[in-house]
């Protein structure tokens, strides 16, 4: 009568064994499940003032408007492109004299974990600290085309500012929160970008895959927006960050060297020493898709330049 409860205890044993390799699995897709809890946080924690649970921080900018972040853990990546500048340009096009400030590739450590901006800054987020809207001042009128004017625009990315203006919103929404808010370094931003992945995207290898996550090419990607599209519609990447590949242009805090990677330090690299240039990530909504790789590093601009294609992303320094 009892040997039938063999192989159910066979079969129990099979279960358990069966959810510890699951949950194991699980752990391994830390990343994956990461993203995807930060953002069941942030809709419950949309309206509250400045809060942080589990992996997200919310902060309160009054008026309704609120900007979310998720906690980028420290870590170690390879910094840089480990193709050679042919190989790159044969799968993702462009010109392998703009891949030189890619190489070499070496291997970065972030000493601190940071939170960083799920999404780009937007209009509702710039207004509701600065009080301006850019995308509407006068230098903005020659590109009428590119930029909406009417209301109704609050989730778009905020464009026209230049670096000093984006540092200026760092500093003032600082004061606004009581939180050390920055632009993130190029090393802060790329490891964010590749959220683990070794790569050309934080997706993988696969260019056909770009426009299920990052905003490039324009019209000619099939795009009927002839600007920056409002933040989020894509897929993240595995750390939850959206718009990293493509949309607009996002500032970082280094001063652009093209030689930098050949002389920075392996630990929490930033290059402080002046240049004629700000660092700019990520390519644009209307970019050639060489752009928008995690490796990219480019810069064309004074520090005062404005375009209709340059925004930003904030972090959060966690507070020791
Ligand atoms: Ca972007
Ligand atoms: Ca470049």
Not at 163 to 176: G, Q
Not at 184 to 203: D, K, L, N, V
Not at 298 to 303: D, E, H, L
Request: proline letters at 6%; charged letters at 20%; glycine letters at 8%.
């Amino acid at each position: 009568m009892t040997y039938p409860l063999i192989p159910k205890l066979k079969t129990l044993s099979a279960v358990l064994l069966t959810a510890i390799l699951l949950t194991a699995a699980q752990l391994t897709l830390v990343p994956v499940a990461f993203g995807q809890n930060a953002e069941k946080n942030a809709s419950s924690n949309e309206a509250s003032s400045d809060s942080a649970i589990g992996d997200q921080l919310t902060l309160n900018l009054g008026k309704g408007v609120s900007l979310k972040l998720v906690l980028i853990p420290a870590g170690k990546f390879m910094m840089g492109n480990h193709e050679t500048p042919a190989e790159t340009v044969q799968r993702v096009g462009g010109l392998e004299k703009n891949l030189v400030d890619e190489y070499p590739a070496h291997e970065v450590t972030i000493s601190k974990p940071f939170y960083m901006g799920i999404y780009e800054v937007t209009q509702a987020q710039w207004k509701a600290v600065m009080g301006t809207e850019p995308w509407k001042a006068e230098r903005a009128l020659g590109y009428m085309r590119l930029q909406p004017r009417p209301e109704g625009f609050d989730d778009y990315p905020v464009a026209f500012v230049d670096s000093y203006d984006a540092i200026a919103f760092c500093r003032k929404l600082s004061r606004k929160t009581g939180r050390t808010v920055s632009l993130p370094t190029e090393a802060q931003w790329e490891y964010a970008c590749r959220a683990g992945t070794t790569t050309t995207f934080s997706f993988g290898d696969d260019l056909s895959k770009l426009i299920d996550y990052g905003w490039y090419g324009g019209k000619n990607a099939g795009q009927k927006e002839d600007y920056a599209h409002r933040v989020g519609q894509l897929k993240p990447n595995p750390w939850g960050l959206y718009d990293m590949h493509g949309n607009v242009w996002e500032f970082c805090s280094d001063w652009y060297d093209k030689d930098y990677y050949g002389r920075s330090p392996s630990v929490d690299p930033e290059n402080t020493t002046k240049t004629d240039k700000p660092t700019l990530r990520s390519g644009a909504f209307h970019s050639v898709p060489t752009v928008s790789r995690s490796a990219q590093r480019n810069s064309w601009t004074s520090p005062k330049t404005v375009r209709y294609n340059y925004g930003l992303r904030v972090i959060v320094t966690i507070a020791k």
